[in-house]
């Protein structure tokens, strides 16, 4: 938890907004209280150890204590929260701390070591009213008390907050510009490091973690740190950890063309999630490379350029894929074919696979894209399944713009195979480029209250 003179105000804000948030839906929904449950560790199958540890968002939401286990918030209309604070003597791991003061401010702090000592201390007739929100919904009927929850996870009340979650608070935002912060030194520096053509994805991924200073299980995802047509893995986490040769040192090529990099950070809770690619500087043939780089780079930012209060994020999905096909086009992969043939035949899709954002939040792919409202959704696209944010652009909105192109062998093959697409195809020029596996440039936008675009990646990470 990291809090400095700047954040408590905004935190304190953005607890009272959602504390009154919080009580509007309940009352719409004819609901009494709720108990947000941290969540528990949960041990690996035969074994005695744990899976990491990942909070429960909703407690998130609340309290940024990201790693306390067996902790519980209990909400009743109106009322001051209480914060079950799980503080149990243990030899084996490190205890937590106590809790910071300023929380005292805003919560009724209860230390308990067990979650019995919570449940008799709402007692059989508040639980008996009390919505559970949490993964282990049955701690109440494993205990001694004799009444059980109201309702555990319902549906309305979910996509209420869920809703209510896509509009970030000044707090929220500011958390994910300082996660933007510390990500973007971390990138520097291995981008740096990728030039000098020495070391493997594994020393640059270690690298990244000691520039963030966070270990592999506390990072808001797996750092995705991709040399050539591994980056045409879309989530490749592998880390070789084969160096290239020295060209120094020898006559041989380094037989290293690209990286793509697409890793975050977390700030209180908050993640970011930044992509660059690279063309390695020594490389050869890299400049037809290096200006595809630039191409994508360019109308990932046109597209945010583009951006417009109320617009549909469905739409600017639409509109990256006549970016990609007019690429494809200038770049004379495609031939014969207009930019909006190659969407309609579903050609971009083959090089631009994955939705062109999501919201960003407390989870890397935050919840709600899909929500018109607190109660109704979106339908995906047919043509788009993997497109996660699909809404109208609103204030308090924060989200991610990653276009991609890519070289991705099982679905060029599929492409070939087409009887219908194949002639469009300059295979030639798109079989050069395979060996730099594909490019991914993403950026974290803010809407702000007055309706403006904040890229807040951009602004430390040209
Ligand atoms: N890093 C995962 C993503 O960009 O969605
Ligand atoms: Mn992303
Ligand atoms: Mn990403």
Sequence with gaps: MNFDSTLIPLYKDHLIELQKKISKILDE?????????SGQERIKYLDDSAYPFVAN??????VPLTHLPNSFIYMEKGMRPTLYYYKKISYWFKMPEDPADFLYQYFDIKIIDEDSKMLSDL???KIRNTIYIGEYPEIAKNSTVNANFKACNPDDLITEIHYIRTFKSN????????ANKIAVSAHQRCAELFQEGKYSELDLHLEYLRSVGCSPIRMPFENIVAFNENAATLHYIDYNHTRPPLAASSAAKQNIYSMLLDAGAAYNGYAADITRTYSFNNSDD????????DAVNEMQLNIIHSFTLNSRYTDHHQQAHIGIAQILIDFKMLKNISAEDAVTKKISNV?????LGHFLGIQVHDVGGQLKNGKEKYKLPDDHPYLRYLTELRPGHVFTVEPGLYFIDSLL????KSEENNKYVDWNTVDKFRKFGGIRIEDDIIIKEDGQFENITRKLLP
Excluded: T, W
């Excluded at 929904?29 to 449950?37: A, F, G, R, T, V």
């Excluded at 968002?57 to 609340?62: G, K, L, N, Q, R």
């Excluded at 090089?351 to 939705?355: D, L, R, S, T």
């Design 351 to 355: 090089f631009f696979p994955h939705g």
């Design 286 to 293: 890299n400049s037809d490379f290096k200006a595809l780089i």
């Design 171 to 178: 707090y929220e935002q500011e958390c994910i510009r300082r």
């Design 123 to 125: 007692g059989d007739s």
């Design 413 to 416: 093959d599929d492409l070939k």
């Design 29 to 37: 929904l004819k609901m009494d209280s709720i108990l947000i449950h």
């Design 57 to 62: 968002p909703m407690f998130v939401y609340f």
